[in-house]
């Protein structure tokens, strides 16, 4: 067991950018705490240690104890890594309120073709219009409500995505027709999050029109668009595969 540089980090994340986006993106921003293990000076496996506890690499079994430490809410990540260290550490976390594998990753490359809309980056006079739209994707993904847990902590990390220019939206009439946020932005890649369309205005082609323009204007800047959904989310898959993007890995989410 290592505790990593960051640039045995980076080289490790440079191996798969797309699944490892959010490793990357912490370890650049110098935030989290991370364990490897390390195989002739190179890191074979690492986790990131937090609220959230993601996995990566091959024997990632071995960092159950430290998971356990860290009193996670959530362990997501690969679907290999997640399982071996789900398998090693179940025993020592609370039981799931819900297990999530086989969510499927998608990416894409080329930039889809289309019109363009109204999404511009978020600022922060859209602040309050914002925090209950992500509050109510949240709710969708995750089947909690953010404003009952931590609601100024929410709030802070909506305002902190506005400001780090990591926040889109098009919204007419105050009516939110498609947003999403940036969870991870690295050199290779950037993982949305958060894909949302105000209920009134939905079965419109808003989110279809609406990403297609975001992925156009981000691969702009980086080589790669991903993001990854709940198997069970057969319209957004189909949006997904609509608009070019492809089903590239696995993950899976144990919430705990």
Not at 97 to 105: A, H, L, M, N, T
Request: hydrophobic share 40%; glycine share 8%.
């Amino acid at each position: 067991m290592v505790e990593p540089s960051r640039d045995a980090i980076l080289r490790f994340c440079a191996e798969d950018p797309v699944e490892r986006v959010f490793l990357e993106d912490v370890a650049r921003r110098g935030l989290g705490r991370f364990v490897g293990l390390a195989e002739d000076g190179d890191l074979r496996a690492l986790c990131h240690l937090g609220v959230n506890v993601v996995p990566s690499g091959r024997g990632c079994g071995a960092f159950a104890k430290q998971v356990a430490r860290a009193a996670p809410k959530m362990l997501i990540g690969e679907s290999h890594a997640v399982s071996e260290l789900w398998s090693a550490a179940r025993s020592r976390l609370p039981r799931p309120r819900e297990d999530r594998p086989g969510q499927p990753v998608f990416a894409i490359s080329r930039p889809p073709a289309g019109p363009p809309t109204g999404l511009r980056l978020a600022r922060l006079d859209d602040l309050d219009r914002l925090v209950p739209a992500c509050a109510a994707a949240h709710r969708e993904e995750l089947g909690v409500d953010p404003l009952v847990r931590d609601a100024e902590g929410f709030r802070w990390r909506t305002r902190a995505q506005i400001e780090q220019g990591r926040s889109w939206l098009w919204i007419e009439d105050d009516v939110i027709l498609f947003k999403a946020e940036a969870s991870a932005w690295t050199p290779s890649a950037v993982q949305l999050q958060q894909v949302w369309v105000d209920p009134e205005a939905r079965r419109r082609g808003y989110a279809e029109r609406g990403l297609r323009d975001l992925c156009r204007r981000l691969l702009e800047r980086v080589p790669t668009v991903c993001l990854f959904v709940r198997a069970e989310n057969l319209p957004a898959i189909r949006l997904y595969e609509k608009i070019g993007m492809d089903h590239v890995l696995d993950y899976r989410s144990v919430l705990l």
